[in-house]
């Protein structure tokens, strides 16, 4: 089983649509999770990171973490053409360590 | 403060050929990390250092890649007998203290060996 899971995609949706991105982890006890999005060519970006259960929001995007289930997703409201790239999620896992695990990530298409 | 540097930007080595690749952190930030990421990939570990102390290394990490942080500035990285399948991106990146803090990566240096 990998660390952080993530389906490759590509997910399409269309423009102005609620995209959805998907990340399982599997440390139980894992501390932060990120998200950051690559666009193609490019090094990723951080967009949003979230420590505790429940939702987190900025601007148009929302990220939602579940513990329990091992479960953290981002949600990206009116979605933009210019949010096609690729999102990977990223785990800090337990211990004192600055480390981060990243999924292989998923490739968003936003179809104008 | 223009962000997290790397150089060269690309790099391109026949096999066997030792490399080193050089990059500066955003100067408020404790944390330096590399990164190695390939094409349809995550960003693969490879090492980290905390000031000048290299904390973790990687176990796919083979005796070739050597790293070093001296005066806990700016960071090489350094592959020696270079092998086709080490042709990849590596990314470094910088950050604060805590948990809680994510990475600025640089630009990344593009290996290709032929």
């Known amino acids: 089983q990998k660390e952080v899971e993530q389906n490759s995609g590509p997910l399409s949706v269309p423009e102005g649509a609620i995209a959805s991105l998907n990340c399982t982890y599997s440390?139980?006890?894992?501390?932060?999770f990120f998200w950051y999005r690559q666009y193609s060519g490019k090094s990723p970006e951080l967009i949003m990171s979230?420590?505790?259960?429940g939702d987190k929001e900025d601007g148009r995007f929302t990220a939602q973490l579940n513990k329990a289930s091992q479960y953290v997703s981002l949600l990206i409201r009116d979605s933009q053409p210019s949010d096609s790239a690729t999102y990977l999620c990223?785990?800090?896992?337990?211990?004192?360590?600055?480390?981060?695990?990243f999924g292989q990530g998923t490739t968003l298409q936003v179809k104008p | 403060d223009t962000g997290v540097s790397q150089d060269p930007r690309h790099k391109i080595t026949k096999r066997g050929q030792n490399v080193t690749f050089r990059c500066d952190p955003i100067?408020?930030?404790?944390?330096l990390y590399w990164y190695r990421q390939t094409l349809g990939q995550g960003p693969e570990f490879l090492t980290y250092?905390?000031?000048?102390?290299?904390?973790?290394k990687s176990r796919l990490l083979s005796d070739r890649f050597s790293a070093e942080r001296p005066k806990g500035s700016f960071s090489t990285l350094e592959i020696q007998r270079t092998e086709q399948g080490d042709s990849a991106m590596y990314l470094c990146?910088?950050?604060?203290?805590?948990?809680?803090?994510?990475?600025?990566f640089g630009s990344g240096t593009r290996l290709t060996v032929v």
């Open positions: 990146a910088s950050s604060s203290l805590g948990v809680g803090y994510g990475y600025t």
């Open positions: 440390d139980r006890v894992s501390q932060s």
């Open positions: 979230i420590y505790s259960n």
């Open positions: 990223a785990v800090r896992p337990s211990g004192n360590t600055g480390k981060l695990i």
């Open positions: 100067s408020e930030h404790n944390r």
């Open positions: 250092f905390q000031n000048e102390a290299q904390l973790e």
